[in-house]
Structure formats: C-alpha cells, structure tokens
T-cell receptor, first 112, second 114 residues
Framework: SQKIEQNSEALNIQEGKTATLTCNYTNYSPAYLQWYRQDPGRGPVFLLL?????KEKRKERLKVTFDTTLKQSLFHITASQPADSATYLC???????????FGAGTRLAVHP | SAVISQKPSRDICQRGTSLTIQCQVDSQVTMMFWYRQQPGQSLTLIATANQGSEATYESGFVIDKFPISRPNLTFSTLTVSNMSPEDSSIYLCSERRGAWNEQFFGPGTRLTVL
C-alpha cells in the first residue's frame, strides 16, 4: 500500500544547530515533493517544492534533498532558531492537479 | 501567496446537527480542496470542488455526509451533516496556484461535537 512516513517523535535541538527531518515514501512515483510548516491552530504554510529531477533545493536557511531511488526527502534547517519550532509536513504530488498526499508531520522544538 | 479565509474559526456543536463552513479565496481559482485534520493526525483530503460541477470525494467520504457547494470561482462551502463526536476535527480549505501548484491553506475551522 502507499505510505508516507515522517518521524512521529518530536525532534529537539539546540539553537544554532542544524535540524534534519526525514520523509520516506513507498509505492508512489511523485512528480514533486513539497514541505510545509504548521503552527498550532493554524493551516499549513508552503515552504519548498522539489521536482523529481532535482537533487537539492535551497531557500535561505532551508535545504531540501530528494532521492527518488531511496524514496526519501530530507529537510534541513541550518542555524536553527526557537522561532523555527513547529510541525513540518511533507507532501507528495503526483503531478498535474492530482491531490497532495500528506505525511503526519514531525514536530521540531528548538531550544535556546 | 494566496489569502484564504474561513468562517467560523471554531464551533461547538451538538450531536445530530449540521454545520456549514465557508471558504473565501482572494482570486479566482479552478479547484478548491477540503481537508480534515484530526487531533495529532495529518491532513486527509475530503473532496475536490470544481466550479460548476459536482465535487469529487475521496474514499471514505460521501456527499450525503459532507455536501459541498462551489457557486463561483472564489467561494466554497463544506457542510458536516448529522454530526457525531467522531467528526470533531479541524477542517481546512485549500487551493493551488503558482508555477508548481503550491498549495495554500485557510486558517482552518476547529469543530468540536458534543
């Protein structure tokens, strides 16, 4: 069956360190993979999109990698700050206007 | 980015009643999406709403329980019918735009059914 897996346990890191979140999927062939941030009581906010033919994408302190052989994406936040504390969701897009399939998210807590 | 508003932001309802959630977007869009997010869970797509046609429902969701209207290109409603406590959830509307179909979400409607 099709699955998207993100670490269910919260990730706790010290301010200034790099946070790395993992998204693994099975039985999908996504055209794109997207990452979202969700704060408590709010809707998800789009962060980054990476296409199947891209290995890496960067935006300011954020970096996403996409390995279609391993069926995995890694999401990095460098020089993390307490304001980065949130839940981060990955989502698969099979292209066109097909639906996005979301992972359950990983909660990140950055401590001062 | 998109501006999406939802009303109400939250509600507490009695079992057996119905609630209609409104979603307004700031520009015309072809497709709008309704998601549910149960406590501690990820987002689950309920249905896709195209203007001028019937909504397309995902497995496990039916029109009688979650009727959707899409009267124009900037507005949609989702009704949660004959509610039970299991319907307690956050309901989010969403639309996609941009070169790579980035998805934008409304702030959500937090529903509690007693």
């Amino acid at each position: 069956s099709q699955k998207i897996e993100q670490n269910s346990e919260a990730l706790n890191i010290q301010e200034g360190k790099t946070a790395t979140l993992t998204c693994n999927y099975t039985n999908y062939s996504p055209a794109y993979l997207q990452w979202y941030r969700q704060d408590p009581g709010r809707g998800p906010v789009f962060l980054l999109l990476i296409r199947e033919n891209e290995k890496e994408k960067r935006k300011e302190r954020l970096k996403v990698t996409f390995d279609t052989t391993l069926k995995q994406s890694l999401f990095h936040i460098t020089a993390s700050q307490p304001a980065d504390s949130a839940t981060y969701l990955c989502a698969l897009d099979t292209g066109g206007y097909n639906k996005l399939i979301f992972g359950a998210g990983t909660r990140l807590a950055v401590h001062p | 980015s998109a501006v999406i508003s939802q009303k109400p932001s939250r509600d507490i309802c009695q079992r057996g009643t119905s609630l209609t959630i409104q979603c307004q977007v700031d520009s015309q869009v072809t497709m709008m999406f309704w998601y549910r997010q149960q406590p501690g869970q990820s987002l689950t797509l309920i249905a896709t709403a195209n203007q001028g046609s019937e909504a397309t429902y995902e497995s496990g969701f039916v029109i009688d329980k979650f009727p959707i209207s899409r009267p124009n290109l900037t507005f949609s409603t989702l009704t949660v019918s004959n509610m039970s406590p299991e319907d307690s959830s956050i309901y989010l509307c969403s639309e996609r735009r941009g070169a790579w179909n980035e998805q934008f979400f409304g702030p959500g409607t937090r529903l509690t059914v007693l």
